[in-house]
């Protein structure tokens, strides 16, 4: 529903709040930052970064009906990079892609 995915946007856009108890905290705004200000080098920072988002919302919603909107949007990513940049999967196993950057 559209509560449930709101939820989910403002975790992914400033999680200072549910940050506490993450190791290492990472949000939308943070990487628009680190983007504006040339902070990547490689793609596969870049790419990094917006996984973490994605591993700190399953952490933090690990008991939580939000689980699944984070897993959808980590897989809708994660489809739309492959696509964007052509990236080969390692295995047919893998959810994870082989970055040529």
Known sequence: TWNHANALWHFCQHNTKTSQGLEKPMWLNKIKKNLTMNVYHRVREFVRDMRLIFQNHRAF????????????????????????????????????FELIF
């Open 61 to 96: 919603y690990k008991n939580n009906k939000f689980i699944n909107l984070g897993l959808q949007l980590e897989a809708e990513f994660e489809s739309d990079f492959k696509n964007v940049f052509g990236i080969q999967e390692i295995s047919t196993n893998s959810s994870r």
